[in-house]
């Protein structure tokens, strides 16, 4: 049974969900095909006079109801003065439908077959190739034809792709083949995934979505989107503190990590937990270390465990389980040290507490994620792609390809919540039919050292004042994107930022809950 999206993720329909929409919309409730694609290529057009106001327009047409859409858009773009050279990739007599109704439709001059051998030559190109039922790698003509496009792209040529760039999949953003670049996608209806989550949010550009008139209010399950967009409302889901309230009463977390050279990223950590909201927060940290600790944190305790030479060894496991005893969190990993990967699967396989695990505390786990699986306790796994591709004994490439699958794959073998760090950071459970939770991004601020350590304290101080996981997950990377987008509006943009200013953004990231967000970066 697919579970509903949370109140506060704005759903992404996939493929199949969105063509039950449409299907439901017509069979069930009156709304005429004719008019859905008549909605759909007036905000089509609408965007590509924005974007182009002057000069021809190209309309590159498939033979489905994208290209459908394409001849509709023409139609009225002609109807407004403007000059469209309208391309079909087949025959006219192959259209059918709504399509072809709006072929007949058309004013002026007829369409003309594409040719592969002739480079587009205009200021504005459509591409209406193919739709968000496409998937696998185009071919024939239709490769030719999204080879094509790109070269415009590459010419500086505005493109403006129809529902979703072709030769990328609308519900996950994977491409098998060629691919179309935009420099804008109307998108109907909903967003897709697709366009959200890379590579396929690379392809896309500014993101509009276009309301085709497709009722609102009950609608049929299998058009429930599993995948939704974090908006703003999580952070509602989020404890207050009150006048009353107690420094305990805030969760108490620990941060257990370090070692010579790499004691930044605990006490980075270790300070963002303190500005999410935590009201205790304890270092655990390598004695021969541990001034520099005392020098570094004020407002955090912190407590000397064992080592050899720097780092944490497993001799330091009992006293970490003690601190446990005591607190509502562990983060584990920041600045750690690969040689200590005994220390970190024999405190993960112990922790009597919801874990975080993040650095070194995840390259302890390449290829043995199943370990995890056996914790009694919640887990929150913050990989980057590279950490991902560790975990799961596959290449970098292959995480950059298949970001969606990979995250809830890992999230199912680690029985844990899975956030796979990127501008689309993607926010998976272990349940297959738990929804998924994608960031909108567009906080180049956070591609710098330090950040990564930052989301740890965060959902750590989350976890530790009793907010679910997925939840917690989801309002630590919303409030990590916030506070970094607030650095560059105060900055004047992302140059020289450091993680310590999104620390301090932070709490002004949580009061002001409703900062401005848009699709891409905007």
Known sequence: MTSTLPAWLDPLPDAAAQRALDRWAIEQRGVAGLELMERAAAGLARIVEERCPAGTIAIVCGRGNNGGDGLAAARILRN???????????????????ARVNLDRLPGAPPRPFNPGTMLDARGIVDAILGTGASGAPRGLVADAIDSVALAFSRACNVVACDVPSGVDASTGEIAGSAVRAHATATFSAG?????????????GEVFVVSIGIPVGERPAEGAARIGLIDGRVLDELPTRGAGATKFEGGSVLVCGGST??????SLASE??????????????????????????VEVMSVPLPDDDGVLVEAALPTVL????????????????RDAGEFARAVAAHAPVPLLLDADGLNAHAGQLSLLAARTHPTVLTPHGGELARLLGVENDEVRAHRLALARRAAREANAVVVLKGDDTIVASPDPDAPVAVSRGGAAVLATAGTGDVLSGVIGALLARGVEPFTAA?????????????????????????????????????????????????
């Open 192 to 204: 897709k995934p697709g366009l959200w989550i890379s590579p396929g949010k690379d392809q896309a």
């Open 80 to 98: 407004a003065g403007r000059e469209v050279d309208i391309q079909l990739l087949c025959e006219p007599d192959a259209l059918r439908g709504d």
């Open 272 to 297: 963002a937990a303190m500005r999410a909201g935590a009201g205790y927060v304890t270092a655990l940290v390598s004695a021969s270390l541990h001034t520099i600790f005392e020098q570094r944190l």
């Open 261 to 266: 050279g790499l004691t930044g990223a605990p």
């Open 322 to 337: 003690e601190r446990c005893a005591r607190a509502d969190a562990l983060v584990l990993g920041p600045g750690l040290s």
């Open 474 to 522: 989801c309002a630590g990377v919303e409030l990590h994107r916030r506070a970094g987008r607030l650095v560059a509006e105060r900055l004047g943009g992302p140059e020289g930022a450091i993680a310590r200013d999104v620390i301090e953004a932070l709490p002004l990231a949580r009061s002001a809950p409703r900062l401005a967000a848009s699709h891409h970066g905007q």
